[in-house]
């Protein structure tokens, strides 16, 4: 931690220790901690928002690399820089639109019916779930392997369901979106990003004016993304068509914000280098060559590869964002769901309601601090693999990464299929190196990080077990 944020070994500590002492001291003062009930339950609440904190803690240092990896690798944030604004940004999606999601881990993996008149197993199967994702998780984190956090979760879930509750006690519905995931998050991000790369090298770099190229892109690019954006995670409540405007009048807005930026930034040199200046050139026929599918280009140089750099770099670090506050908004789900789940059972409303059932606020609050803590101390890991080790990144190689996975993570969202965000960034990245050339893909890397997939939710399931064995033996009753 030190040498990643180029901060003092004592000061690593400091902050370090200081999260570990809020992990400890704050569940004693939450309201679900159940004040008023007998010390057995508040014990039990205790420990539950304990195991709940170190499931969101993984989540941030291995999941939060989805929104920031890219951002670092290419030098449009440094790594302080990205902490920081992933951990403001993953916060805030957690506390302001984390219960919409949520009540699906809560009570849309398991059937609560099965386990009727077994709450005292049904909470230990919840916390073992909890524990289970959070050792994997953090054994991933170690080795900076970016693994899917609801994979995980999910399969931990359903190893309890599938031996303490039989086969009628999963959703298989839920469980083959999950395998079918690992293929087509992947290869949905991997061709979206092809695709974008393919674009920005054929219209941006082959242009006559690569920057000037760029900075005419740019509006479009942000246009289409903040649109999908609110068309996907800020629905309205009334008609499609309303949904749509109100979806268009923010893609304007972002686009004619954007626009002002560059301009304002860049304007000068924008007007002093409309023209290509006789040293940036290079090689004429290679520039206005078209390329072949796997071929090479004739990039921009000097003046100008320094103008299309930051204006993707700008584009970079709002993709970023986006994804950031959208990823605190539904990944915090992992841990919150069964932590609120096994709070109901422990205060008696129970999970077989027909109502949808409740979010604390402080639940959500905690599961976003959760996030952030872990995301400072370890959360640099993984980021580096994103980032740095799958292939070399560029602002603009970044920008297609980044802008392909948000693109398919929030339209798939909103079309229904069973999509990963960390399988599609990971296959977006990939799929820019595709579009390089298979020899810029570290192939021991990627064989590695597919590997981790395979057995996240196998290895999931058997500590959801054996953690449930453990814990019933503990807590044979919950009074």
Known sequence: MADAFHITPGLAVGITAAIGLAALVLPIYMPSSAPGMPFKIRSLSYITLLFGFYMAWNIGANDVANAMGTSVGSGALSLRQAVLTAAVLEFSGAFMVGSHVSHTMQSGILTAGVFSGKDSLLFCGMLSSLGAAGTWLQVASYFGWPVSTTHCI???????????????????????????????????????????????????????????????????????????????????????????????????????????????????????????????????????????????????????????????????????????????????????????????????????????????????????????????????????????????????RGFAAEFAAATVVVLASRLGLPISATHTLVGAVMGVGFARGLNSLRGEVVREIVASWMVTIPVGAFLSVVYTFILTWLVPSLV
């Open 154 to 396: 999910i399969g931990a879930l359903v190893g309890f369901g599938l031996v303490y509750g039989g086969i009628g006690a999963v959703y298989w519905k839920s469980l083959a979106r999950v395998v079918a995931s690992w293929v087509v998050s992947p290869v949905l991000g991997a061709v979206v990003s092809f695709v974008v790369y393919r674009c920005i090298r054929t219209f941006v770099y082959s242009a006559p004016n690569p920057g000037q190229a760029a900075a005419t892109a740019a509006p479009i690019a942000v246009f289409l993304g903040a649109a999908a954006l609110s068309f996907t995670v800020f629905p309205a409540k009334a008609s499609l068509g309303v949904a749509a405007a109100q979806a268009l009048g923010l893609g304007f807005l972002a686009a004619i914000l954007i626009t002002i930026v560059i301009r304002r930034q860049l304007g000068g040199l924008l007007g002093l280098y409309c023209e290509l200046p006789a040293e940036d050139q290079g090689d004429d026929k290679a520039a206005k060559q078209l390329p072949s599918l796997m071929g090479k280009v004739e990039g921009p140089k000097g003046t100008q590869l320094h103008i299309v750099y930051s204006v993707f770099g700008y584009l970079q670090v709002l993709s970023a964002c986006f994804m950031s506050f959208a990823h605190g908004a539904n990944d915090v789900a992992n841990a919150i769901g069964p932590i609120s789940g096994a709070l109901a059972i422990l205060h008696g409303t129970g999970l077989n309601t027909s109502a949808q059932p409740s979010m604390p606020i402080d639940v959500l609050a905690w599961g976003g601090f959760g996030i952030v803590a872990g995301l400072m101390v370890w959360g640099y890991r993984v980021i580096a693999t994103i980032g740095q080790k799958i292939t070399e990144l560029t602002p603009t």
